[in-house]
């Protein structure tokens, strides 16, 4: 039987660790602060942006938040982001994807100043993660690190595929595995949907990570004995449930925990050391402005 690989609990310590940060900053006179920005009103975003607000509260960050009209020109978007950028109590921020189809994306993360960009989104950002610098690893892609981590797996010399090739997940990450690092020296194989026989690369890995976005695409036959399984997937199926739905990852976790040595449940996996990881970097954004050293999980 497969090891369930806890992200709440292993949240939980990394919260506890950051609160420490926190007390160091504290005692210096310094409050991190994050800003939320929301431009329109897409519930699931509100609900993303209110559980990173809750987040704030619970570890002692101040948390301000941003809404943007979602019919206003891209410039009302760039205003808040210049007056972010130039507001000293604001030690970083994030914009909640996604932004209106009038508004371009990238421009928005380029607008960013990249000391402030706790997404680490900023092409800065994502070139010093690449040469090996990173100032903030992107979110997700850092809590699965912790999370192998905390699993005691070792990714040196470790046969990697990540399914998925998207700015926010599989790339990130897959130059984070491969880095001359003690959380990298991995050997990466990224797939997408031009892949050919996925299956013959998940069932190569000791270690497969699903970033997809298709409910339960890799199953139990698709994986090796003994991989190590990571779903970063969230997915809302129909279900007779409450809600009249049910979230499932990219992984179909019955099979797959048939045949994995250790395996993320979803939810309960990953979605909490994104969210943890989030606090990580405003922390350390904090600890950059002031000069203020901490000690960072
Ligand atoms: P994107 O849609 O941006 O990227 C999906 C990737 O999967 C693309 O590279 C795509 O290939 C590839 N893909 C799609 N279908 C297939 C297929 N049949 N076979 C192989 N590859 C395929 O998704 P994200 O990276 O933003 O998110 C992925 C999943 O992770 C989603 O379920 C999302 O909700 C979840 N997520 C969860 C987070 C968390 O905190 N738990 C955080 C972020 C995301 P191509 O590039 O060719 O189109």
């Known amino acids: 039987m497969a090891e369930i690989i806890d992200g709440n609990a292993v949240a939980s310590e990394i919260r506890d660790d950051l609160a420490d940060a926190i007390e160091t900053l504290a005692d210096a006179g310094e409050r991190p602060t994050l800003a939320t920005v929301l431009m329109g009103e897409d519930p699931a975003s509100e609900t993303y942006v209110n559980m990173k607000q809750r987040d704030c509260e619970e570890v002692g960050i101040e948390g301000v938040h941003v809404d943007v009209d979602g019919d206003a020109p891209a410039a009302d978007l760039f205003d808040t982001i210049e007056d972010l950028n130039a507001d000293p109590e604001v030690n970083g921020y994030i914009v909640q994807a ?9 421009e928005v993360i380029g ?33 699965v690190q912790k999370l192998l981590e905390a699993a005691g797996v070792d990714t040196e010399g470790a046969d990697v595929t990540i399914v998925g090739r998207s700015d926010i997940v599989g ?15 991995a050997t990466v194989t990224v797939c997408h949907s031009r ?16 970033a997809v976005g298709v409910p339960e695409l890799i199953d139990g036959s698709m994986l090796s004995e003994g991989t190590v399984v990571i779903d970063v997937g969230v997915n809302r199926v129909d ?9 499932v990852g990219d992984v179909a976790f019955e ?8 395996i993320t449940p979803v939810p309960g996996g ?10 990580y970097n405003t922390v350390k954004a ?9 000690d960072l999980p």
């Open 98 to 106: 996604p932004v209106p189809d009038h508004v371009d994306y990238r």
């Open 111 to 143: 607008r960013i100043d990249p000391l402030k960009d706790v997404d680490g989104f900023h092409p800065e950002n994502v070139g010093r993660l690449v040469a090996g610098d990173a100032r903030f690893r992107p979110c997700t892609p850092h809590g």
């Open 171 to 185: 790339k990130p990450l897959a130059n984070l595995l491969i880095q001359k690092a003690d959380d990298g020296n």
């Open 195 to 210: 892949t050919e026989d996925l299956a013959a690369k998940t069932r190569a890995a000791d270690v497969v990570i699903a």
């Open 239 to 247: 279900a007779d449930t409450e809600k009249g739905y049910e979230l």
């Open 255 to 262: 099979s797959a925990k048939e045949q994995a040595s250790a």
């Open 270 to 279: 990953v979605g909490p050391m994104t969210r943890a990881m989030l606090l």
């Open 286 to 294: 904090a600890s950059l402005q002031t000069s203020v050293d901490v």
